[in-house]
C-alpha cells in the first residue's frame, strides 16, 4: 500500500470527516483552516477559512446532505458554511470550543453539539459548557454546566438524537438526555484520559479508546455493555470501526487504532518509530491483524472511507496521508 502523502497544512491535524456519499472529505488543522479534498484523487478544492483568523480550528462536521459545514475553533467562535465555503452564520459561543457535531436525523439536521472549557474574562465569564444550538435561526436550546465534573474532551449525539455522550481525561464516558440534559449513566471507561469515541453508522456500537493504552467496544442500549477489550503497546489518540463491519457480503470485522507517545515525550525516533504506526484489529477476535507505517510523529485522527475501500490519517507532523487497501486484503484469509 502506497499512500498519497498531502502537506495541506502547517500545525497538526485535528480532524477529517468524510462526507455521507463518501465522495469528498474535510480535515481541520490548528493553522485555522479546513480544507475540502476529493476523496479519489486527493486533489483540494476549497477551503473553509475566515481571512486573518488563525485561531486553530478544534473539530469539524457536514450534513448528510452535503448541504453545510460547520466549524468550532478555539477562540470560542463557530462558524456555519455552505458546502461551497460561503459563510452562513458566526455564533460568539465563548469558552475555548473543543468539539461540534450535527445532530444525526437525516433531513432534519438543523442542531448542534458543542463543547467548551472555560474562559475567565472581566465582562463575561463562560463555564466549561456541553451545549445543544439550533441552527438556522441560531438558538441555544440546552446548556450542561453546573453538573459537569471537568470539562468535557469531545462530546457526541447517541442514538436517534436522544442521548449526548461526552469523556473526560480521568477515564469516563457521561451520557446525558438531550432534551433536558439529565444524567443517563457515567461509564469509567479508562484508566486514563478518553481520546476519542467513534460510533457505527447506527449509533448503537461504540468504540472508545484512550490514553491507557486500549480501546473498548460499548453496546449502546440501556445496558451500556463493554463487550469487548483491545490493548495495544501504545497511546491510543484515534479508533475507528469498518464501515463494512455488517456488510451483507463479505464483512469486515475489522477496527483501526492508532496513537503514539506525545510529541513532546519523544526523545529517540528511531526506538519510537512503530509507535506511530496505524494498527488494524480483529473487532470479534480482539487481536493485532497487522500495522501499516503512517507518521513521522503521534497519530491524531484515523477515519476510514465511506466504501470501507481504505483510510486517511492525520498526524501531529500535519501531514494526512490516504490509503487505499490492495488486493492482499480482499483475498488473503488473514483479512477476514
Known amino acids: 500500500m502506497k499512500p498519497i502523502v498531502l502537506h495541506l497544512h502547517e500545525r497538526p491535524i485535528t ?4 462526507n455521507y456519499d463518501g465522495d469528498f472529505f474535510i480535515t481541520a488543522a490548528k493553522d485555522g483552516e479546513c480544507c475540502l479534498i476529493r476523496a479519489d484523487t486527493c486533489e483540494r478544492v476549497g477551503t473553509y477559512a475566515i481571512p486573518g483568523d488563525k485561531a486553530a480550528v478544534s473539530a469539524v462536521d457536514i450534513t448528510m446532505d452535503s448541504e453545510y459545514v460547520v466549524t468550532a475553533k478555539t477562540d470560542g467562535k463557530m462558524f456555519f458554511y455552505t458546502f461551497a465555503g460561503e459563510k452562513v452564520e458566526s455564533v460568539p459561543h465563548g469558552g475555548v470550543m473543543k468539539y461540534v457535531e450535527f445532530n444525526q436525523m437525516p433531513g432534519r439536521q438543523n442542531k448542534v453539539v458543542t463543547c467548551n472549557d472555560k474562559m475567565k474574562s472581566s465582562t463575561d465569564p463562560v463555564a466549561n459548557r456541553i451545549c445543544v444550538w439550533q441552527f438556522q435561526p441560531v438558538k441555544k436550546l440546552l446548556s450542561i454546566d453546573k453538573e459537569l465534573p471537568m470539562p468535557a474532551s469531545k462530546v457526541k449525539w447517541g442514538p436517534f438524537d436522544e442521548t449526548l455522550v461526552s469523556i473526560f481525561e480521568e477515564g469516563t464516558i457521561i451520557i446525558w438526555n438531550a432534551v433536558n440534559g439529565e444524567k443517563v449513566a457515567t461509564l469509567d471507561a479508562h484508566k486514563g484520559p478518553v481520546s476519542n469515541i467513534t460510533f457505527t453508522e447506527d449509533r448503537m456500537l461504540m468504540l ?19 463487550i469487548k477489550t483491545y ?22 470485522y475489522h477496527i483501526l ?15 519510537n518509530s512503530r509507535q506511530f504506526d496505524v494498527i488494524l484489529y480483529n473487532m470479534v477476535h480482539e487481536e493485532e491483524i497487522g500495522s501499516l507505517k503512517a507518521h513521522f ?13 481504505g483510510f486517511v490519517t492525520g498526524g501531529e507532523d500535519g501531514y494526512l496521508r490516504a490509503h487505499w487497501w490492495d488486493k492482499d486484503y480482499w483475498t488473503s484469509k488473514k483479512f477476514d
Open 15 to 18: 480532524a477529517i470527516k468524510f
Open 208 to 226: 472508545s479508546c484512550g490514553k491507557d493504552r486500549c480501546a473498548k467496544l460499548w453496546t449502546m442500549d440501556e445496558e451500556y455493555e463493554c
Open 231 to 252: 490493548e495495544t503497546d501504545r497511546p491510543l489518540n484515534d479508533a475507528a470501526i469498518s464501515p463494512l463491519y455488517n456488510a451483507e457480503k463479505d464483512p469486515k
Open 257 to 271: 487504532m492508532g496513537g503514539g507517545q506525545d510529541a513532546k515525550d519523544v526523545t529517540t525516533t528511531a526506538s
Open 297 to 309: 510523529g503521534p497519530l491524531n485522527v484515523v477515519a476510514w472511507r465511506r466504501d470501507g475501500k
